[in-house]
């Protein structure tokens, strides 16, 4: 008996903490509008005081205000259903979206590096009052904007991309004040270069965050806390299973885990209790509701087919069954 590819769908992987995806675009698009109208301001303050802390930051905003406005884009575009040669819709857009908003991170930190170094071999004139007044509005724009977005959907690595660009120049401009007291009550001409060092060190930090997760979506790793060989070994030990193998776990999108695997059960087992007993085991534990499972008999399988009888060209290890599991009476798989 086999129960080939029989497959169980969740489909409440959208919004798990209430919000909806409207609700969403509504709070980016807020802090967009705040984000945009004060770098503008800040772009000819900045030139104005002769502040390299100050243009970073408003760098650094340009970057919040295209990655909030990536994320949107990708989110319209997430939203889509199904098509074509597209069977998942287009739900990695945001992944490319983080990716995206990382690389710029990463690029304009290496930048301010550069610059603030060469400000401290030589530093210029900067107006520290100036630049410490406008660090403050900065700041406030920032604590609302952070706000906004922190009640957005999270678990997206595209709108955690955008939070990330606003939550870091939220300390960007903690730094830029502080600068600006310095060098405005202490003379300390220098304060202002080592303050975009630390913008950049943050936008550093950020940036290889986004890349390396938005990576391991790509590349279709396991998602993170999920660890395969456990899983694998676990699905292994219940009862009727004989074997697991061709066991894929990844994650289609941030927050939308998928797996597949090959089940041989043993020949007094019941396939599709099996299969059940699996799916609800992966749901419970590990939040994974969409799974493909192809449950066969172990000794059902035809010899043509491989070495093993099931898989010509099996993927990854094969769990095999350890002790006899254990179960309450009655409520066996193997029970037909």
Not at 127 to 145: E, K, M, P, R, Y
Not at 150 to 169: M, P, T
Not at 228 to 241: I, K, M, N, Q
Request: proline residues 4%; hydrophobic residues 45%; charged residues 20%.
């Amino acid at each position: 008996m086999t129960a080939g590819r029989e497959s169980e769908h969740g489909h409440g992987h959208g919004h798990g903490h209430g919000v909806s995806p409207d609700a969403d675009r509504r709070l980016l698009g807020g802090a967009l509008v705040l984000i945009l109208a004060y770098m503008t301001g800040e772009v000819v303050i900045g030139v104005i005081a002769g502040s390299l802390a100050l243009m970073s930051d408003a760098a650094h905003m340009l970057t919040d205000a295209f990655a909030i406005a990536l994320a949107l884009v990708a989110m319209r575009i997430a939203a889509r259903p199904p098509k074509g040669g597209y069977t998942y819709g287009l739900r990695r857009a945001e992944i490319l979206s983080a990716q995206l908003n990382g690389l710029t991170l990463m690029l304009l930190a290496a930048f301010f590096v550069f610059e603030g170094v060469q400000r401290l071999l030589s530093p210029p004139d900067v107006d520290g009052q100036l630049v410490f007044w406008t660090s403050l509005a900065g700041i406030a724009v920032n604590v609302a904007a952070t706000w906004l977005i922190s009640k957005a959907n999270r678990s997206s690595l595209n709108v955690e991309g955008a939070f990330q660009h606003i939550l870091n120049d939220l300390y960007a401009f903690v730094s830029t004040a502080i600068a600006g007291l310095l060098v405005w009550t202490a003379g300390f001409a220098r304060a202002d270069a080592i303050a975009s060092l630390v913008v950049a060190a943050l936008m550093l930090k950020a940036g290889y965050g986004l890349l390396r997760d938005a990576g391991r979506v790509l590349m279709e790793a396991a998602p993170t806390g999920i660890d395969p060989s456990e899983l694998g070994t676990r699905l292994a030990r219940r009862p009727c299973v004989e074997e697991v193998h061709d066991l894929h776990v990844w994650e289609v999108s941030s927050g939308y885990p998928a797996l597949s695997a090959h089940v041989l059960v043993d020949s007094k087992g019941d396939c599709h209790a099996v299969r059940r007993d699996l799916q609800q085991l992966l749901r419970s534990s590990y939040g994974i509701t969409h799974t493909t499972l192809e449950v066969d008999h172990v000794d059902e399988a035809a010899p043509e087919r491989g070495e093993h009888g099931h898989c010509e060209d099996p993927h990854g290890p094969r769990h095999v069954a350890g002790a006899e599991p254990h179960w309450h009476a009655g409520s066996s798989p193997c029970d037909h």
